[in-house]
C-alpha cells in the first residue's frame, strides 16, 4: 500500500522547537518533490516549504523562512521539517505530499500531489 505517514506534532510553547516526519512507504522518493502544507481552522491550506528529492532544492514560504529547515534522508524515504522559534500563528494541520516529477515551485502552487499524509497537528501556546 502506497502511503505517507506524518508525525511529530504536538503541543508547544512560543520560541519552542518541534521536527515534522513524513515518512514514505510503498515508494521511494525518486524525482519527487515533496512538499509541507499547513492549514489553521478556518483558513486556506498553504504551503509551507518544499524539497525536490532530485537534487536537494528547497522552497521556503516567506513566513518561515529562517525559522524552519526542510531536509531528506532519501534512504529512509523520509522527509523532516525542523520548525524552530516557533509562533502561535504557526499553529495548523500539517500535511506532507509527494508529487511525481514536479518542480518544489510547480507543487506549492498547484496545491496537489499524487500523494498526501493524514496531517499531524501543531499547537504553539503564546
Known amino acids: 500500500e502506497v502511503q505517507l505517514q506524518a508525525s511529530g506534532g504536538g503541543l508547544v510553547q512560543a520560541g519552542g522547537s518541534l521536527r515534522l516526519s513524513c515518512a514514505a512507504s510503498?515508494?521511494?522518493?525518486?524525482?519527487?518533490?515533496i512538499g509541507w502544507f499547513r492549514q489553521a481552522p478556518g483558513k486556506e491550506r498553504e504551503g509551507v516549504s518544499c524539497?525536490?528529492?532530485?537534487?536537494?532544492?528547497?522552497y521556503y514560504a516567506d513566513s518561515v523562512k529562517g525559522r524552519f529547515t526542510i531536509s531528506i534522508d532519501n534512504a529512509k524515504s523520509t522527509v523532516y521539517l525542523q520548525m524552530n522559534s516557533l509562533k502561535p500563528e504557526d499553529t495548523a494541520k500539517y500535511y506532507c505530499?509527494?508529487?511525481?516529477?514536479?518542480?518544489?515551485?510547480?507543487?506549492?502552487?498547484?496545491?496537489?500531489?499524487?500523494?498526501w499524509g493524514q496531517g499531524t497537528l501543531v499547537t504553539v501556546s503564546s
Open positions: 505530499a509527494a508529487d511525481l516529477g514536479i518542480s518544489c515551485v510547480l507543487h506549492i502552487a498547484s496545491m496537489g500531489a499524487d500523494y
Open positions: 524539497i525536490s528529492s532530485s537534487d536537494g532544492i528547497t
Open positions: 510503498g515508494f521511494s522518493f525518486d524525482d519527487y518533490a
